[in-house]
T-cell receptor
């Protein structure tokens, strides 16, 4: 399977802990996007990369969030000092043109 | 700024009946428009897209959508529902602000249930 993969699929953490998620895009895709989806809502844009450059960050991405894409391949999204409001599905997508292909997501639960 | 409104958070149809999901958008520039489907505990799968070519777009699984600029709409239809169409459907818009920026703005989603 050469689709977008995300790891882990599920993460349960206690408030105040740090968590890191990984996204492996489709290999030939130079753009990589992160979105957050809360229950009953559509995904909301967080940030995106063109190769290794992070070109835009949403106002939703507070200082506790950081994303990287070293060498323009996989990407990581880290949340520091998690809060209960961070509980959501975190979706990664990759693409080359105007299409985006989504991974299965990482569901984060903060207790 | 771009935004999407999906009318109706839940739609229930009988198997074999028409499926109609409504989407209206706002965009300051000519948009790209998309419909995605999401099955439980899975990511989003692209059904179809409009990118300024034909206004009637055909997608996978028998779905199609029509772009109507005058109504700022991009409604999704399928002539005959199957049980496997039960899922959540999202309409999304992307403003082509630059050749690098295709970030998506999504509607809140419409959950489709199919009655036997």
């Amino acid at each position: 399977d050469t689709g977008v993969s995300q790891d882990p699929r599920h993460k349960i953490t206690k408030r105040g802990q740090n968590v890191t998620f990984r996204c492996d895009p489709i290999s030939e895709h130079n753009r990589l996007y992160w979105y957050r989806q809360t229950l009953g809502q559509g995904p909301e844009f967080l940030t995106y990369f063109q190769n290794e450059a992070q070109l835009e960050k949403s106002r939703l991405l507070s200082d506790r969030f950081s994303a990287e894409r070293p060498k323009g391949s996989f990407s990581t999204l880290e949340i520091q000092r998690t809060e209960q409001g961070d509980s959501a599905m975190y979706l990664c997508a990759s693409g080359t043109g105007n299409e985006q292909y989504f991974g299965p997501g990482t569901r984060l639960t903060v207790t | 700024a771009q935004s999407v409104t999906q009318l109706g958070s839940h739609v229930s149809v009988s198997e074999g009946a028409l499926v109609l999901l409504r989407c209206n958008y706002s965009s300051s520039v000519p948009p790209y428009l998309f419909w995605y489907v999401q099955y439980p505990n899975q990511g989003l799968q692209l059904l179809l897209k409009y990118t300024s070519a034909a206004t009637l777009v055909k997608g996978i699984n028998g779905f199609e959508a029509e772009f109507k600029k005058s109504e700022t709409s991009f409604h999704l239809t399928k002539p005959s529902a199957h049980m496997s169409d039960a899922a959540e459907y999202f309409c999304a818009v992307s403003e082509r602000r630059s050749s690098n920026d295709y970030k998506l703005s999504f509607g809140a989603g419409t959950t489709v249930t199919v009655r036997a």
